[in-house]
Structures are given as C-alpha cells and as structure tokens.
C-alpha cells in the first residue's frame, strides 16, 4: 500500500522565514503526491500536486513543494513565511491500485504550521 | 469555496442513534468519496463512488453505509451510534478516477454522540 509520513507535529517559524514542512513517501511505482491545507473548522484545501517532470512544483499561496526521488521526500516551501499560513498541514499519495478499480488518497498525519511574529 | 456542499454543519445525537449526513459534490464531478477524521485516528478514508457506483472501500464500519444517487449527490449512514463515533466527517469530490485530479473538500459534519 501507498503510505506518506509527516515527522513533525509541529513547526514553528518567525514571519518573514522560509519554512519547510517535511513529507516522506513509500509506494510501489510512481508516485501521485499531494498537500492540503487545513483551517479550523474548514474542510482541506488543494495546495499543489506532484505527478512528473519538474521537482519543484509550485501552487497555491506562495507555496511550492520539492520531489527528491532519491530521498522519496516531497517537502512542501515557502520562501517567506505569514502569520495567515498558520494552520494544520497534510501530505497525501494517491493510490489507484484498489480492489473494484477504485482509488482514495492517503494522507499523513498532518503537521501544524505555527508562525509568530 | 470549494464547490462541495455537506450538511447539516454539526450533529449531536445519543448512542444507538441513527444518522445521515449528506454531500453534494462539485458541479461535473463524478467521484465521490468519504473521510473521517478523529484526533486519534487522523483522516481515515471510508468509501469512494464513481458515478453511482462503489469503488473502493476503507476502514468503514459495517454500521456504516453509503450510497451515491443518481444526481450524484451522496449520503452517509452512521447506525448504532458510539461514543468513538464522534468525529468530522467530511466528503470529497473529483472529476474522475484518474491519477492526478486533486480531490476537493466540503467543510465536513461534526458529529458528536452523547
């Protein structure tokens, strides 16, 4: 089975730093990858995808993501980091290969983003 | 705003209660799929549909069902209800079954069991 690990709880950073939120991955051929963010009280939203060619992917908000094949990571970025992308964060992996030809995304256990003036 | 509609918002009900929570995917989607998300358990994936039909299954008790209809909207029923059923439970959409299409969220129903 596809499977993501997030190895922080949590990260805090000062406004105005780059903030990195790690995401590591195992799957069995290609992987899909995904981050979603996620407000209090919100449903996640859809930052950005990783399904081939460039490494660095960029999305939503400012926020780009790092795909390094050889570390299977896939680190989500921010060159500067706001007190607004506070938040909880989640990696996910697509996996496709389901009984009865279906599909779903597994996601990690989130990290929280703390960033403080 | 995500496109995806859940109601109601929140649910309080007592133990061996029954429930339906509801989901309406974005405009065009297809797909639709049904997340729990515990502080103990994370984001759990229960069930997807595709176009009316059930696709794949998680971790979804047998006191769970679900069925998507023909309008494509979806329904989730939580029967028995326990005390450990009390969670967000949220609902996605996408365009299909392929690979790459992100999966779009509602903002989930509260449920609480007293």
């Known amino acids: 089975a596809q499977s993501v690990a997030q190895p922080e709880d949590q990260v805090n950073v000062a406004e105005g730093n780059p903030l990195t939120v790690k995401c590591t991955y195992s799957?069995?051929?290609?992987?899909?990858l995904f981050w979603y963010v996620q407000y209090p009280n919100r449903g996640l939203q859809f930052l950005l995808k990783?399904?081939?060619?460039?490494?660095l992917v960029k999305g939503s908000y400012g926020f780009e993501a790092e795909f390094n094949k050889s570390q299977t990571s896939f680190h989500l970025k921010k060159p500067s980091a706001l007190v607004s992308d506070s938040a909880l964060y989640f990696c996910?992996?697509?996996?496709?290969?389901?009984?009865?030809?279906?599909?779903?995304?597994?996601f990690g256990t989130g990290t929280q983003l703390k960033v403080e003036l | 705003d995500s496109g995806v509609t859940q109601t109601p918002k929140h649910l309080i009900t007592a133990t061996g209660q029954r429930v339906t929570l509801r989901c309406s995917p974005r405009s065009g989607d297809l797909s639709v799929y049904w997340y729990q998300q515990s502080l103990d358990q994370g984001l759990q994936f229960l069930i997807q549909?595709?176009?009316?039909?059930?696709?794949a299954k998680g971790n979804i008790l047998e006191r769970f069902s679900a069925q998507q209809f023909p309008d494509l909207h979806s329904e989730l029923n939580l029967s028995s209800l326990e005390l450990g059923d009390s969670a967000l439970y949220f609902c996605?959409?996408?365009?299909?079954?392929?690979?790459?299409?992100?999966?779009?969220f509602g903002n989930g129903t509260r449920l609480t069991v007293t």
């Open positions: 799957v069995s051929g290609n992987p899909y």
């Open positions: 996605a959409s996408s365009v299909g079954e392929d690979r790459v299409s992100p999966l779009h």
């Open positions: 996910a992996v697509r996996d496709w290969r389901l009984t009865g030809g279906g599909n779903k995304l597994t």
């Open positions: 549909y595709y176009n009316g039909e059930e696709r």
């Open positions: 990783y399904i081939t060619g460039d490494n």
